[in-house]
Each structure stands twice: as C-alpha cells, then as structure tokens.
C-alpha cells in the first residue's frame, strides 16, 4: 500500500494552521506523532511518501524530531514497528542540509526523491551498499543472483547486501525480488 | 552609558552593574548614546530583568537615535521593564529600514514561529541585495536564527530577547555591509545548565570558561539523546561557510569563533558576572574575493 503524507498538512493539524515553517524540537515531535497516527491506520506493511513540497522551512531540531526519531522507530531497530518503507519528497537545497545533518550524526540513511526527478540515497551508507542500491534502480528489481551477476560479486555477499539494504528500507524485498523504492512509485 | 553601544563596549555597563546589588535602584544614562547595535539593545532589556527594583533609563538625546530604537522596538519593551525618562518617539517604520527583525521576545515555542514567519521575507532582499549573498542563504540563516532562538527556550530556562539588524561598518572591513543577529537572556547560562546533567562530572578547572568550550566549540549538552547539540554545530557550520563571526558570553566568560577578518580574542576569561547567555553572530557582506 503506497501512502502519501503532505508533511505540511500534518504541521497544520498537529500544530497550528497558520505555521508552515517546521521549526523547533516541539513542533518536530508534534508532526511526528501526527505522521505516526497516519501509519497506525495503513497496513502492516507500506510505504509513506512523506511530501515536503509545501514546507517552508526546516531547521536540525526538528529534522532530527521529525526524520531521525521516525527513521529510527521503523527502520532501525531489530524488530521494526511494521514493515514501512519511507520516501521522502520534494525536498528543496535547505531541507536536505537539515536533514543530512541529522542522518549523519545517528548514522542513518534514505530515499529522496525530487518533484519528477530520480530517487537518490543520502546519508550513511558505505560504498558497496551505495553501488548496490543504485544498481537495483538500474534494473529495475533483482534477486540476490541477478545482482551478483550485474555487479561480479559472490552470490552469497549480494544477498547479505540486499538484506542489509532491506533491514534499513533502502529496498523492498518481496518474493519475486528486491525493488527500489522509486520504481514502485513510479509503478 | 557609552555613546556607543555594542558587544565590547557593553562589557563597560556589566562592569558598572556587577559593583551594584540588584535591591538597588539604577540609572541607566543614554542620553549621549548615538549608536547601538542589535546586541546593545537586547543586552539593554536583560539588563532590566536581572533588577529587583525597576530601573531607570533615559531616552537618547539624539533623534537619529531615539527615532531607531523606537523602530527597533526597544521602547515597547523597554516600557514594561524601566521607568523611561525623557521623550520616547513615536514608532514608525520606514520602508528602507535595515531592521531586520524588531527586537522581539523569546519566551514560547510559538514565538520562534513568528520570528522566522517575520524575518523570511525582509531577509531575502537584505541578505541578497546588500551583502550579494546566494539566494539558499535565506533558507539557511533563519536556520541559524531559529537554533539560536531555541537555545534560549530549551537552555535559558527564562525567556530572552532577540534583535536582527543590517547596517554598513564606517570603517572595518571597507566598509562593508554586515548582518547581526543578537539573542541576550538572563536564565541559567551554559555553566549551570551542563551542571545539571546527570553524567556531569566537574573537575578544579570547571567554570564558565571550560562550560563554553564545551559546548560551543566541542558540541557537549545536558541531554543524553545523542541528536541533540545539533543546532549549535548547525550555525558553527552556516559561520564558517560565510565568514562570519559568533561570539557567546555566559556569566564571566566570552567565547568567539572568529573569523580572518577580525582582530577579536577567541577567549575573554574573568569578565563582570552577569546571568544567562548573550549571543552575537556577525555575517559580513560577500566580495569579489570571497
């Protein structure tokens, strides 16, 4: 199930509906519960698309509230709340300078995706995960055979790479593969 | 008070206050005060709140003067803290102000709303068309001016003050055009809030100078949760990218990133005791070279 959150609106439900400038620890959290009742109500597994499009501004207090403590809650931990996959969209230059600050002080990485552009990986991620990520974007889905081959690697170490990839929702996994987050929206 | 009126000149009005018990009831004198800068006027009013009996000050005899800090909005606040003396002008604001942002109160989260909803609009022009900064430097220094904010919230324990303003230095730099931003509260300072974190361990050097090494230049906070500290470290960063300046007093110690332009010292130890936090962070106009 794909679902899309417009960030903007959950900040004028949760806190005020004059604001439109995510500022401050307080207001951070506020959307951040808002966005975490709007995943209660989708299934067991899914993936929000939370749309920046309309966020004025967004400083590293509440980009740590807001993405890191969700990121955090669904994608790092051993025994994730549910099976959520998130893409984050339409971020401008100033949100990204929030939002990689934050994932690079709790080592935490995710899929940004520009209004009609490419998805993109950003935060911490080594290089072997990178290159496996985007090579999954090329093909368009693989098993964990199909990316060894693409990418001459030991079978065994591309399916420990796509399953760390998946453990960090980086990638969908289902039963015919592993799919990039971007293709499935675009699908 | 000194005729002019700015983060080093205000050390003179701190050293006269720290002789004086807060039971006492003073004059602030700036009748021969031509000139403040945005930290002068935020200083001003936590002055004012550090007094068990109101205190008193005097209108600036000049009218240049007066005129601005009315349209700075020091004497809307002014009047709720002092017994004012002299004519206060009538507050009017000028379609070429450089005030960036009137000297506002920071007291509530809601108040860092209206701060950056305030500012957005009148920085763009300022910050592109007088300092020829990149247009996504607005984004970022009302960033800057929301983490600063919220220091005072989150670490002040008391509310504060906050005052931008852009102006062009006579003499330093060229006479370049420079941006400032001033955030003065008088709640706990950075000492005593590192001392109530539960892991805080003091050792003989412990004291307002080691307190804002810590926190400015090493990232240190009261809080456990590793994402905190991530404001301060964000405005170091927005400092370096654009050659500014930030310095930070907190009860008797001064510290200051300082930038190639300037001559300051990095570390001022020993100064007049004096509460909370004073924050200044310059951002010059960009040249050619920069």
């Known amino acids: ?187 | 008070m000194p005729p002019s009126l700015d983060d080093k000149s205000f050390e003179l009005i701190f050293d006269q206050l720290a002789a004086v018990p807060p039971d006492v009831k003073i004059l602030l004198d700036a009748r021969r005060t031509r000139w403040s800068s945005p930290y002068g006027l935020t200083a001003l009013l936590a002055v004012a709140q550090t007094r068990l009996e109101r205190p008193t000050i005097t209108v600036p005899e000049n009218d240049d003067t007066a005129s601005y800090w009315g349209r700075a909005s020091f004497f809307k606040h002014a009047d709720g803290l002092y017994d004012i003396s002299g004519r206060v002008p009538r507050a009017r604001q000028s379609a070429e102000s450089s005030v960036l942002l009137e000297v506002t109160p920071v007291v509530h989260t809601q108040d860092i709303h209206t701060v950056v909803d305030n500012i957005q609009q009148r920085a763009h022009a300022i910050l592109q068309e007088k300092l020829h900064l990149q247009s996504q430097i607005t984004m970022r220094f009302t960033m800057v001016l929301s983490e600063i904010c919220q220091n005072v919230i989150e670490h002040a324990g008391a509310g504060g003050w906050v005052a931008v303003q852009s102006y062009k230095w006579q003499q330093r730099l060229g006479g370049r055009n420079v941006v400032v931003i001033a955030v003065c509260d008088t709640g706990m300072g950075f000492r005593k809030s590192l001392e109530s974190s539960p892991s805080h361990r003091p050792d003989d050097r412990w004291g307002d100078r080691m307190a804002l090494e810590e926190t400015v230049m090493r990232g240190v906070t009261r809080f456990r949760d590793p994402g905190r500290g991530q404001g301060l470290a964000g405005v170091k960063k927005f400092i370096g990218t654009w050659h500014g300046k930030l310095s930070v007093r907190s009860g008797t110690a001064r510290i200051a990133v300082v930038p190639s332009w300037d001559q300051d010292e990095p570390m001022f130890d020993n100064l007049a005791a004096f509460p909370g936090s004073q924050v200044q962070i310059t951002i010059p106009e960009r040249m050619g070279d920069a």
């Open chain 1, 1 to 187: 199930m794909i679902s899309h959150i417009d960030v903007s609106s959950v900040l004028r439900r949760s806190v005020c509906d004059l604001y439109s400038n995510l500022v401050t620890r307080p207001t951070g959290a506020a959307v951040r519960i808002g966005i975490e009742h709007h995943l209660d109500e989708i299934g067991d597994k899914s993936l929000a698309v939370l749309d920046f499009t309309h966020v004025g501004l967004l400083d590293f207090s509440c980009a740590d509230e807001i993405v890191a403590k969700l990121l955090m809650q669904y994608v790092s931990v051993d025994i994730p709340r549910r099976e959520v996959y998130f893409v984050f969209y339409g971020m401008n230059e100033s949100h990204m300078d929030a939002i990689e600050a934050v994932l690079e002080r709790h080592g935490l990485a995710l899929v940004t995706q520009l209004a009609g552009g490419a998805a993109q990986l950003i935060g911490t991620v080594d290089g072997e995960e990178r290159k496996a990520w985007e090579k999954i974007c090329e093909m368009g889905s693989a098993l964990p055979a199909d990316l060894a081959a693409a990418m001459g690697m030991p079978a065994d170490k591309a399916a420990k790479t796509l399953e760390t990839l998946w453990r960090r929702r980086l990638v969908i996994r289902q039963e015919s593969g592993y799919f990039p987050l971007r293709s499935t929206i675009q699908s």
